[in-house]
T-cell receptor, first 107, second 115 residues
């Protein structure tokens, strides 16, 4: 049983489209992270959430603690957004990761 | 400024040998994390340090794995008697404070291949 489920697994979008990636988790958490892994393997932390909503540029992340669900939105998607997006939750002293959503944005 | 660095960037070893992987966190960062990512698999949390102390070592895959951190800075992850299933990218990250779950800054990883 995976504590963290992401959907979709793969996503292809046209440049400019609005994109939503979902993360559901089954454990109580103190924080949730969204990470971006570039095709070359480098990982960047996008957001850390414990409640509500955060926005950075074209990226928006929301979390609903009661429903154990988070979404990552990308507005006006661009080919440089192509990457794997990973959700990670922190229920205690360990992180649990989703399997990632592979996003490809086509020009 | 300098980011998180890891060495070596690539390591090929024979089954049964010991390996040491090194992580240099961002200067002044108190927390340090180790993860691994096997080929085609997701990220797996191994261990984290608050200062020089690791509060929970239960994420380490087996007793062949150990980690230490000295001087609140450099950390080494040691794998003894390596097995082929240890082949993976080992990632290190650091964050500024003592609060687990803060935004982390990731290193480029060490690619380990056990033959």
């Amino acid at each position: 049983k995976n504590e963290v489920e992401q959907s979709p697994q793969n996503l292809t979008a046209q440049e400019g489209e609005f994109i939503t990636i979902n993360c559901s988790y089954s454990v109580g958490i103190s924080a949730l992270h969204w990470l971006q892994q570039h095709p070359g393997g480098g990982i960047v932390s996008l957001f850390m959430l414990s409640s509500g909503k955060k926005k950075h540029g074209r990226l928006i992340a929301t979390i609903n603690i009661q429903e154990k669900h988070s979404s990552l939105h990308i507005t006006a998607s661009h080919p440089r957004d192509s990457a794997v997006y990973i959700c990670a939750v922190l229920p205690g002293n360990q992180f649990y990761f989703g399997t990632g959503t592979s996003l490809t944005v086509i020009p | 400024g300098a980011g998180v660095s890891q060495s070596p960037s690539n390591k090929v070893t024979e089954k049964g040998k010991d390996v040491e992987l090194r992580c240099d966190p961002i200067s002044g960062h108190t927390a340090l994390y180790w993860y691994r990512q096997s080929l085609g698999q997701g990220l797996e949390f191994l261990i984290y340090f608050q200062g020089n102390s690791a509060p929970d070592k239960s994420g380490l895959p087996s007793d062949r794995f150990s980690a230490e951190r000295t001087g609140g800075s450099v950390s080494t992850l040691t794998i003894q008697r390596t097995q082929q299933e240890d082949s993976a990218v080992y990632l290190c990250a650091s964050s500024p404070g003592l609060v687990l779950g803060e935004t982390q800054y990731f290193g480029p990883g060490t690619r380990l291949l056990v033959l």
